[in-house]
């Protein structure tokens, strides 16, 4: 699993503690992320993983706010430090 892909799915799972399998349903519902069939995890397209991921991150805080976009910083703050600054999604700054 690459990093992008370990970003995302701790997202998704952090928000699913939040709000249930909502979490699972609004993350379906974003392009380029792919959701495994049985909600274990998700799978990003090549090459664009920091952008799928900020479009991750503004679904949740769409529909819930702020305090989804702090929730989701939190919940991957450990996974960014083996990212360069540059590769760090906008969202997750």
Do not use: C
Not at 41 to 65: A, P, W
Not at 69 to 92: G, H
């Amino acid at each position: 699993m690459n990093p992008f892909d370990q970003i995302a799915t701790k997202i998704v799972k952090e928000q699913e503690l939040i709000i249930g399998p909502i979490a699972w349903q609004e993350a379906e519902k974003v392009a380029g992320l792919h959701v495994t069939p049985s909600h274990e995890g998700v799978s990003i397209d090549n090459g664009n993983g920091d952008k799928v991921i900020d479009r991750l991150v503004g679904q949740y805080e769409n529909l819930f706010g702020r305090a989804s976009r702090e929730a989701s910083r939190q919940a991957v703050a450990s996974l960014l430090a083996d990212l360069t600054p540059a590769q760090v999604p906008v969202s997750l700054r």
